[in-house]
């Protein structure tokens, strides 16, 4: 009786120790899922989907499964830190992320700071600025020395390089955090070359009719026309732009929503002309074969999921960063957030957007930023969007497809 005893004893130890070996490893998160940031936060969601799949079906980590654990943050800042506190708190998950955006990972920074975790952010611009927070590391192509003058390097380059010379900037953004860093960096580099600013103003976030900025912007004759503002008010500004009529040398710079399929389709034609940054396109060299392995994989699933159908902007940076989290658990060997922190600190990491090593305050050791135009976009379709000739890539000079079609009041 007693053996029999002993032997159900030791083999519910065993089953336990199996069932706590194969609780899932958490990952949580918030993800624009509704809102202004949809569109590209529901195509970084399935990306991260993609990686969790992947991950599981060679194992897990750690032995052990990964489970996503996400809420929606509706595009708004005020969301974020319930949502994390939550994650921490309540669900207790092992490892966090963030959500896309520098407007939704600054307000998760106290939070995760109170709680002393290793932070892996997405696409957010020099959002470590003011904490210095030494376990925060981002993943996106602004970074290097001067990550928030990085963001708009090429479109200054590209500007400064025409003859002759431009002589003033206009600078406009909605006041919210990645538009004043973006502006912020702006003025540091117009100062560097001697551009006299002849028109910085910031518009609030909710703002509907942008036609009265760009007519205040046009009275000011400006020859340069950056614009730091995210999808919703991108459009606008374009569609205000061609009601006045506006008159610049380069328009755009700065425009989040650009890089999404949808306002692309939706704007057509309006787009010629404009110049704006992107991150990633399957016709730079930056395009390795994994990474478009991972893009057939990834539009495969997107009519399915209802997004972006082409995925070239958001998706390969979202899986992207989960394969660097996992590279960063399976080189420690464990889940320990000191551990996690020095790992990525110390390491350069393979992803599919390249490789990628961390600098100070967590930025990229170099940044990776492009400079393109839209040419020749015709109508509304979005097989358009596939050829490289709509979207040419004009800076850094190496990873140059095309020229320049200059200034814009005629290409446009």
Not at 68 to 86: E, F, R
Not at 208 to 228: F, K
Request: contains cysteine; glycine residues 8%.
């Amino acid at each position: 009786m007693l053996r029999r005893l002993a032997l159900a004893a030791a083999f519910a130890v065993a089953s336990l120790g199996a069932a706590h070996a194969a609780d899932p490893i958490t990952v949580g998160f918030g993800m624009a899922l509704t809102g202004g940031l949809a569109p590209n936060g529901k195509a970084a969601l399935l990306a991260m989907q993609i990686w969790e799949s992947d991950i599981n079906a060679k194992g897990g980590l750690l032995g052990r499964p990964v489970k996503l654990v996400y809420y929606d943050d509706q595009s708004n800042p005020a969301t974020i830190p319930g949502i994390y506190t939550k994650l921490l708190d309540v669900d207790k998950v092992d490892l966090i992320v963030s959500g896309y955006a520098t407007n939704m990972i600054a307000p998760a920074m106290p939070i995760i700071m109170q709680h002393n975790r290793t932070f892996l952010s997405l696409l957010g611009l020099a959002a470590n600025t003011e904490f210095h927070y030494p376990k925060y590391f981002s993943f996106t192509p602004t970074g290097g020395p001067e990550p928030k003058q990085s963001f708009a390097a090429g479109f200054f380059a590209t500007a400064m390089a025409q003859s002759p010379k431009p002589q003033t900037l206009a600078i406009v953004g909605a006041d919210a955090e990645f538009p004043h860093n973006a502006m912020d960096g702006a003025r540091a580099i117009a100062k560097k070359e001697g551009l006299k600013i002849v028109y910085d103003k910031t518009y609030p976030p909710t703002t509907a009719d942008y036609t009265p900025i760009v007519r205040a912007i046009q009275a000011t004759n400006p020859d340069l026309v950056l614009v730091c503002s995210y999808p919703p008010d991108t459009v606008g500004m374009i569609r205000a732009a061609h009601e006045v009529g506006l008159k610049a040398k380069l328009f755009g710079g700065g425009m989040v929503g650009l890089q999404s399929t949808a306002i692309k389709a939706q704007l057509g034609p309006l787009l010629n002309g404009i110049v704006d940054y992107d991150f990633w396109l399957p016709w730079s060299k930056l395009a390795s074969p994994e990474a478009k392995a991972f893009l057939e994989q990834y539009q495969a699933k997107a009519g399915a999921a209802g997004v972006d159908p082409l995925g070239y902007y958001l998706p390969p940076f979202a899986y992207g960063y989960m394969q660097v989290l996992q590279q960063a658990v399976e080189g420690t060997k464990g889940l320990d957030q000191d551990k996690l922190a020095d790992y990525l600190r110390s390491h350069t990491f393979k992803t599919v957007v390249g490789d990628v090593k961390f600098g100070p305050d967590g930025e990229w050791s170099e940044a990776r930023v492009l400079e393109v135009q839209f040419q020749n976009v015709k109508a509304n379709d979005v097989n358009q969007f596939k050829d490289p000739n709509t979207e040419v890539i004009l800076w850094p000079t190496d990873l140059k497809t095309s020229t320049l079609m200059y200034p814009y009041s005629d290409v446009k």
